[in-house]
């Protein structure tokens, strides 16, 4: 098993920036895929960036692509994510999730999560 925990949250203005980092313990995080994912108050938790196990391929919602992104440093296990030009619907408590067998945009595909960060932009 691998634990996640997420860190670098906060509150910021629109147009802003945050960087949010997922730190794993555990087994070898280099062999694991790792997924963002947020979830808003009363909306379902949605995928917003993942990357493959070297860090090589990334992925990206519609929603945030070009103003986010994705990264590993497995030497530290950590993934990172660079949210640039954020927006007050950006506005929601994210999540990192790890998968060892494939990289996938389903939430339910994860068996290992952290327990999140609240990330809250103002107008």
């Known amino acids: 098993q691998v634990q996640l925990v997420e860190s670098g949250g906060g509150l910021v203005q629109a147009g802003g920036s945050l960087r949010l980092s997922c730190v794993a313990s555990?087994?070898?995080?280099?062999?694991?895929?790792v997924g963002w994912f947020r979830q808003a108050p009363g909306k379902e938790r949605e995928f917003a960036a993942a990357?493959?196990?070297?860090?090589?391929?990334?992925y990206y919602a519609d929603s945030v692509k070009g103003r986010f992104t994705i990264s590993r440093d497995n030497a530290k296990n950590t993934v990172y994510l660079q949210m640039d030009s954020l927006k007050p619907e950006n506005t929601a408590v994210y999540y990192c999730?790890?998968?060892?067998?494939?990289?996938?945009?389903?939430?339910?595909?994860?068996?290992?999560w952290g327990q999140g960060t609240q990330v809250t932009v103002s107008s």
């Open positions: 999730a790890a998968d060892r067998n494939h990289v996938t945009r389903n939430a339910g595909d994860y068996p290992y």
């Open positions: 555990g087994r070898t995080f280099s062999d694991y895929y």
């Open positions: 990357i493959s196990w070297g860090g090589v391929s990334t």
